[in-house]
């Protein structure tokens, strides 16, 4: 009988121990769970959620938003990384790292809270007890920094790095800081305000309306902004704009290119962050930065941009002693130091760019506004040296524009042709239609050349005669010609921006293939495609072209075709190519663009083109020109142009002659 009581005295032992050892694993759990919602709640800058214990726990997420109040939305990272538990209470180690700061210079540091058993009282949530024995964390404001005392808040204030210039081919830099002046209105200064938005209106071309509203709807004293001037814009208007009551200014410095025009699409504006580039960078730009707000700018805003500096300081209640002159206490809790940003540089040549700026200003379309395009590349490098657009602003048309290309594509159709035994001495007739399966094609404005050689056709820009040679082809014969020239590669990835390189599928028939011959139907290209292709021409050999040296963007595969051609890089044949450039040669000096024959310099070699697009009668058509002198190849495309002849051929000349 002894020894069953032993037996169950042992049982009963063990139950307890093993009863205890529950107990504590139940406690050291609940203690960690506590300090891993604590952590969570502090990372995500709201406590509302969290389970708090004792004094003060209720008023606990209002004290921890306020005190983050002055962070600009920065965020910590907090990790637990252990939790001391002496019965019913712990201490949680946190390490905390916040999103300033670079490297050695990071802002991190250790802290620590204060963990009990909540009992049930004190807790803020008590519908989240889950039946274990519920942990809360105390608040404090130590808790979030070590030296932070009650009534006191974060604050950060950031320094600015020098930005990053954009240079140009030769080192320079085409974007650098200039000197800038913001026009404002202040209300309570403008004895009528509706009278002097209407001024300025008038004065700066901005919506007088849009500003009269704008200065209605703000306070008195604050600066409502008008237009930002480059300071010799300013200047030639500052006489009449001083005088006007109400009319403030403040003068800054801005990355500004040589003229307001110059590459503009291209390399885009700076200017203060918009919310919608605020909520891509991932806390990186932060409301009232300087940032890339479109083109390079933008995409290359994060090396450009630098590092700013950070100080994070800690700030008393409003109106507590402490601060220089008796004003309100602050301490610095972490200081950095702004690292510069980097420079990009770009093939661009600063000469050539203003050429063809300068050459788009003289375009003229059926449009009120016209909208053109000009892209210049080295015959010998590949390097792309302007890329041109009118309106200077907008869409970056001269790069991603998808337009069919016309007779200029007759170029690439006629490499083709040669490969199936075509001479330029053959006589091709170019009568006023042609029809291929029902379809009827006929010559720009009627016209018909009879029985005369290809060279002739070509120099006079024949539809007829190409839509005639065009059962010579196979299905596949143009999109191979277009890629051995780079139209439909893949070397847009070398360039280091976005653009399209063109597109020539496979046809599905005689039609589809007579249309492709003469650039219509699904051909599409970019200027800067057929800038490219010219190149080529010119060189009578494949170089991969380029835009962006540094940083190096991730080289291209050469010309793997979004038409279906082989991949690889593009391998034109250089005899064909030399009967290409002598035919382009004959439309400069006797053809459709021979206002070019007698432009200084080397000779020119030119192609026009008239494309057809969208609907009506007649269709309406865009102009085209490309060519190339010396080592300078182009491309010209006028929006809704008249025909290429009348309308790029003369955007073409005024590019040239500004480079002689």
């Not at 200017?271 to 479109?294: I, Y």
């Not at 500096?309 to 702004?338: M, Y």
């Not at 979004?562 to 040669?585: C, F, I, K, Y």
Request: proline share 6%; charged share 15%.
């Amino acid at each position: 009988m002894a020894g069953g009581v032993v037996v169950v005295l042992l049982v009963a032992a063990g139950a307890s121990a093993a009863g205890w050892q529950w107990r504590q694993d139940q406690l050291d759990d609940g203690a960690r769970r506590a300090a891993e919602q604590l952590a969570a709640g502090m990372a995500a800058g709201d406590l509302g959620g969290v389970r708090l214990v004792g004094d003060g726990a209720a008023d606990a997420p209002a004290a921890y938003t306020e005190v983050l109040s002055g962070l600009d939305g920065l965020r910590p990272e907090v990790t637990v990384t252990s939790v001391e538990r002496d019965g019913a209470t712990a201490t949680a180690q946190l390490a905390v790292r916040w999103p300033v700061g670079t490297g050695p210079e990071e802002w991190s540091y250790a802290t620590s809270a204060a963990l009990s058993e909540a009992g049930g009282s004190g807790w803020t949530d008590p519908s989240a007890w889950t039946g274990r024995t519920p942990w809360g964390a105390r608040y404090a404001p130590a808790v979030v920094e070590p030296s932070l005392a009650a009534g006191e808040r974060l604050a950060v204030q950031r320094t600015p790095a020098q930005r990053g210039q954009v240079l140009g081919g030769d080192g320079s830099a085409i974007v650098a800081d200039a000197p800038v002046v913001e026009v404002g209105v202040q209300p309570s200064r403008a004895t009528d305000p509706a009278g002097l938005s209407a001024q300025l209106a008038e004065l700066l071309d901005v919506d007088g309306a849009a500003l009269a509203s704008r200065v209605a709807s703000a306070s008195p004293d604050a600066f409502v902004p008008v237009i930002t001037l480059r300071q010799a814009d300013y200047d030639a208007v500052s006489a009449q704009l001083r005088p006007l009551p109400g009319t403030v200014f403040r003068t800054s410095t801005l990355p500004l290119a040589p003229t307001p025009a110059f590459a503009r699409a291209l390399l885009g504006r700076v200017g203060s962050a918009t919310q919608e580039v605020v909520d891509a960078s991932g806390g990186r730009v932060v409301s009232g930065d300087t940032t890339g707000l479109s083109g390079l700018q933008r995409t290359y805003d994060e090396r450009l941009a630098g590092t700013p500096g950070t100080t994070v300081q800690a700030v008393g209640a409003e109106g507590a002693e402490g601060g220089e002159g008796g004003g309100t206490a602050t301490r610095d809790l972490f200081t950095s130091e702004p690292v510069a940003g980097q420079d990009v540089q770009l093939t661009l040549d600063a000469r050539v760019q203003q050429a063809a700026d300068a050459a788009l200003a003289t375009a003229t379309s059926k449009d009120a506004e016209p909208a053109a395009a000009l892209v210049a590349v080295d015959t010998t490098t590949g390097a792309v040296l302007a890329v041109a657009n009118t309106p200077a602003s907008g869409t970056d048309r001269a790069l991603v524009g998808q337009y069919p290309p016309g007779s200029t594509f007759k170029a690439v159709t006629t490499t083709a042709l040669l490969a199936s035994g075509l001479s330029p001495d053959d006589t091709v007739p170019c009568p006023a239609t042609a029809v291929v399966d029902g379809r009827s094609f006929r010559n720009f404005e009627g016209g018909a050349l009879g029985q005369v050689p290809f060279s002739t056709d070509f120099a006079q820009s024949c539809n007829t005669a190409f839509v005639g040679l065009s059962n010579r082809l196979s299905p596949t014969g143009l999109a191979e010609a277009a890629a051995a020239v780079g139209i439909g590669g893949g070397w847009d990835a070398g360039l280091g921006v976005e653009a399209f390189t063109g597109d020539v599928p496979s046809d599905e028939g005689a039609v589809d293939r007579a249309a492709a011959s003469i650039g219509q139907g699904t051909v599409l290209a970019s200027p800067l495609a057929m800038a490219v292709a010219t190149s080529t021409i010119a060189r009578g050999s494949w170089v991969e072209p380029s835009l962006v040296l540094d940083p190096a963007p991730q080289s291209g595969s050469g010309a793997a075709s979004t038409s279906g051609s082989t991949a690889g890089a593009p391998q034109p044949d250089a005899e064909r190519l030399s009967v290409v450039r002598d035919l382009m040669r004959e439309v400069a000096v006797r053809g459709t663009a021979s206002a070019l024959a007698d432009v200084p310099g080397a000779p020119v070699h030119a192609k026009t083109g008239t494309a057809e697009f969208g609907s009506g009668d007649p269709l309406p058509t865009h102009a085209w020109t490309i060519g190339f002198q010396g080592d300078v190849a182009f491309a010209v495309l006028v929006e809704n142009g008249a025909s290429g002849g009348t309308t790029a051929v003369p955007v073409a000349e005024a590019f040239l002659r500004g480079l002689a």
